[in-house]
């Protein structure tokens, strides 16, 4: 068992505000790898919709960086993950991908004190977030789903101005 608590939700739920204020705390976190990912086909003169348009491509780069992320921390650690490798099975389901044997593998092996999940919040679009509110509800339910399916404690942080949540949260370490 690691020490680690995941923080996710479905898009918009405010999860990298949370975890932006638990950082300001003093607290070790970490970053959402999809948009990091992004980011870097941003750099390399790609769209937002040429990498999200090559979907089996854009999730196994995403899995890649969390497989290496977490390999690299410390379980002893007290650390909030922006998202963990778990999102990336609710995120092939969402997109009917048949998940990578890697992706399974790491499945049998994660383990988090506790996964937050955050109720969502108004959609809010940018340049990384392509979803509409019906898809916003249905990665939400996946995520809560697979989350629920593994034997990592969840915990649902109701919508609370961003200060309440980082209390509710750490209120329930």
């Known amino acids: 068992m690691t ?17 932006d204020m638990l950082r300001d705390l003093g607290h ?37 960086m ?3 992320q977490e390999a690299s921390l410390d379980p002893d650690e007290i650390i909030f993950l922006d998202r963990a490798i778990p999102d990336s099975l609710a995120y092939y389901r ?17 383990s988090y004190r ?9 959609l809010a679009a940018d340049y990384a977030r392509t979803e509409d509110a019906a898809a916003q509800l249905r990665i939400h339910a996946l995520l809560t789903e697979v989350y629920q399916d593994l034997s990592t404690p ?13 209390a509710y949260i750490l209120d329930r370490l």
Not at 3 to 19: C, D, E, F, L, R
Not at 98 to 109: F, K
Not at 154 to 166: M, N, Q, S
């Open 3 to 19: 020490n680690w608590y995941v923080i996710t939700g479905g898009p918009s739920s405010g999860k990298t505000t949370t975890v």
């Open 28 to 64: 070790t976190t970490t970053i959402e790898h999809a948009r990091h990912y992004l980011d870097l086909k941003r750099v390399e003169g790609k769209t937002v919709e040429e990498v999200r348009a090559r979907r089996r491509e854009f999730q196994h780069g995403v899995l890649a």
């Open 66 to 68: 969390e497989l290496d």
């Open 94 to 110: 969402f997109l009917d991908l048949e998940p990578d044997a890697e992706l399974l593998d790491a499945l049998q092996h994660v």
């Open 114 to 122: 506790k996964a937050f999940i955050l109720d969502l919040l108004p």
């Open 154 to 166: 969840v915990v649902k942080v109701p919508v609370l101005g961003p200060a309440d949540r980082v």
